[in-house]
């Protein structure tokens, strides 16, 4: 019986490690898609804020303040969602899912 439960074990411990070593993965595939969205989403944030600050009438403050999430999602005044701008990179498509198929897998 001590074996059964020490198989066990081992057998609990390696699934779990595997899960980890899934996470690490998910992790790593989710980062290089904000690393890429972030490249593409660089030149239009600071195009915007160099638009708002050209404006004589506005703080520059908080023309960073105000453009520094562009291209996150926003929830919309019906209460809908509107996606984040380059979510469909295949970056983040590829991070998107391996993270459904985690999530599924536990």
Same mark, same amino acid.
Not at 17 to 22: C, E, L, N, R, S
Not at 50 to 64: P, S, T
Not at 67 to 92: K, V
């Given at each position: &019986?001590?074996?059964?439960?020490?198989?066990?074990?081992?057998? &609990?411990?390696?699934?779990?490690?595997?899960?980890?070593?899934?996470?690490?993965?998910?992790?790593?595939?989710?980062?290089?898609?904000?690393?890429?969205?972030?490249?593409?989403?660089?030149?239009?944030?600071?195009?915007?804020?160099?638009?708002?600050?050209?404006?004589?009438?506005?703080?520059? !403050?908080?023309?960073?303040?105000?453009?520094?999430?562009?291209?996150?999602?926003? !929830?919309?005044?019906?209460?809908? &969602?509107?996606?984040? &701008?380059?979510?469909?990179?295949?970056?983040?498509?590829?991070?998107?899912?391996?993270?459904?198929?985690?999530?599924?897998?536990?």
């Amino acid at each position: &019986m001590p074996q059964l439960t020490a198989i066990a074990t081992l057998a &609990m411990l390696a699934v779990a490690g595997v899960a980890i070593a899934d996470e690490a993965a998910v992790q790593a595939l989710e980062r290089k898609c904000e690393v890429v969205r972030e490249a593409r989403l660089k030149p239009l944030r600071e195009a915007e804020i160099a638009r708002c600050k050209a404006e004589k009438r506005n703080d520059v !403050r908080e023309c960073e303040r105000y453009w520094s999430d562009y291209g996150d999602a926003i !929830r919309r005044p019906n209460g809908t &969602m509107q996606p984040r &701008m380059f979510h469909d990179l295949p970056e983040c498509v590829a991070a998107e899912e391996a993270r459904r198929k985690l999530n599924l897998g536990n």
